[in-house]
T-cell receptor, first 114, second 109 residues
Framework: DAGVIQSPRHEVTEMGQEVTLRCKPI?????LFWYRQTMMRGLELLIY????????DSGMPEDRFSAKMPNASFSTLKIQPSEPRDSAVYFC????????????FGQGTRLTVV | RKEVEQDPGPFNVPEGATVAFNCTYS??????FFWYRQDCRKEPKLLMS???SGNEDGRFTAQLNRASQYISLLIRDSKLSDSATYLC??????????FGRGTSLIVHP
């Protein structure tokens, strides 16, 4: 298996532009997580999907952020409009449901908003 | 209070040293516990699960104290390649992994 695949790996955009991050989870995994990592705040959960349904989006910062999972093999995280404070590494992770299950991470998208 | 707390370090130790990290969690209903390792500019990867009875994997030993709500990781005979950030991870009833901010370890010659 290729693991969790994220694209793009790097994104530099101007403030106010729309940014879309993409994720393909591991086949057979029914849980998908979007995290944001910064030096100041560490790894923060943005949203959690189970069986393609958003279960917990309490970590989504504000209305500028939205996430979708139209099917079991694809998810997007969109920021519109982007702001410099959104600069971070965004990770997607997937797992099977249940206790003692490992979350597998993609390589992340390093976003810089200038 | 953050759900999962760790000393950020850095822990700067010579090769061959023994080093221990601790982590505390706030949710007493938490069910599963892990240590992940994250290398610079890479994604986090599972190092080991933490079981109630304690468990060992080579030079690494993990322990859980449910009464005090803390988890520990002991690394014996440190290697240069152990230099990384070690993340404490807790799964609550919803099975969402909650990460600590990580403890940085630097092993020097």
């Amino acid at each position: 298996d290729a693991g969790v695949i994220q694209s793009p790996r790097h994104e530099v955009t101007e403030m106010g532009q729309e940014v879309t991050l993409r994720c393909k989870p591991i086949s057979g995994h029914n849980s998908l997580f979007w995290y944001r990592q910064t030096m100041m705040r560490g790894l923060e959960l943005l949203i959690y999907f189970n069986n393609n349904v958003p279960i917990d989006d309490s970590g989504m910062p504000e209305d500028r952020f939205s996430a979708k999972m139209p099917n079991a093999s694809f998810s997007t995280l969109k920021i519109q409009p982007s702001e410099p404070r959104d600069s971070a590494v965004y990770f997607c992770a997937s797992s099977t449901s249940g206790a003692n299950t490992e979350a597998f991470f993609g390589q992340g998208t390093r976003l810089t908003v200038v | 209070r953050k759900e999962v707390e760790q000393d950020p370090g850095p822990f700067n130790v010579p090769e061959g040293a023994t080093v221990a990290f601790n982590c505390t969690y706030s949710n007493s209903a938490s069910q599963s516990f892990f240590w992940y390792r994250q290398d610079c500019r890479k994604e986090p990867k599972l190092l080991m699960s933490v079981y109630s009875s304690g468990n060992e994997d080579g030079r690494f030993t993990a322990q859980l104290n449910r009464a005090s709500q803390y988890i520990s990781l002991l690394i014996r005979d440190s290697k240069l390649s152990d230099s990384a950030t070690y993340l404490c991870v807790v799964l609550g009833g919803s099975y969402i992994p909650t990460f600590g901010r990580g403890t940085s370890l630097i092993v020097h010659p």
